[in-house]
Structures are given as C-alpha cells and as structure tokens.
Nanobody
Framework: QVQLAESGGGLVQTGGSLKLSCAASGRTYPFTRSSVGWFRQAPGKEREFVATISRSGTSTTYADAAKGRFTISRDTAKNTVYLQMNDLKPEDTAVYYC????????????????????WGQGTQVTVSS
C-alpha cells in the first residue's frame, strides 16, 4: 500500500508563501496511476477541497478560494505532488492533507474527499494577520 507524507507547513504572515509537498513511499506504483488531491481542515470545520491534479499532471482543478493563489504540480520521477501557496490569508489556516485516488487515464478529477483512498497525516499551515 502506498504511504503519503505531507511536509512544508508552518507559520507565515498574511501575504506570505509556502510550498507543501506530498511524497509517496512504499508501493509507489499505484501513485503513478493516481490523481492526487489537496484538502484542508480547519478546527471545527469539515475537510474541504483545495486542488487536485490528474495522474498525467496535465489536468488540474482548484477550489474557488485557491484559484489565482495556489498551484498544484507533480514530479512523477520523485513520486511527489506539490502545492505552491502564495498570498496566504488567515482563512487559509488549517491542516492540509493530500490524498491519492487510483484512476484510469481519462477519469474526471474529483473534488470529493470520499473518492480518495490513501491519505497522509497532514501538515499544519498557520497564517497570522
């Protein structure tokens, strides 16, 4: 089974940037056949979709709150997916999780967390005002 590990979180001021990483280990073969999504969960709130990228890396989808500020990308050789976050706001404060979802090459991207099979432990992002 593939294991996912997020990193790159931290404390940043409003307007700052962070780059999160989601690295796959273990049985990484399924990861190359998976779309990957970033989700976040703030205290007292449900997990919400942020961004997702196709297994080929050619298609992406973003939540409205992420459009224009966040960029998702993947490095297949490194089995890693990234989330570049710019112009961070206090409302971006949350634990950020990555999830993977095995799909066929032409499958549409999913913004539903229930569609993802493997998850990392999360990385905390705190944006101070």
């Amino acid at each position: 089974q593939v294991q996912l590990a997020e990193s790159g979180g931290g404390l940043v001021q409003t307007g700052g940037s962070l780059k999160l990483s989601c690295a796959a280990s273990g049985r990484t073969y399924p990861f190359t056949r998976s779309s990957v999504g970033w989700f976040r969960q703030a205290p007292g709130k449900e997990r919400e979709f942020v961004a997702t990228i196709s297994r080929s890396g050619t298609s992406t989808t973003y939540a409205d709150a992420a459009k224009g500020r966040f960029t998702i990308s993947r490095d297949t050789a490194k089995n890693t997916v990234y989330l570049q976050m710019n112009d961070l706001k206090p409302e971006d404060t949350a634990v950020y999780y990555c999830g993977s979802r095995q799909t066929i090459l032409t499958a549409p991207l999913s913004t539903d967390a229930r569609a993802y099979e493997a998850w990392g432990q999360g990385t905390q992002v705190t944006v101070s005002s």
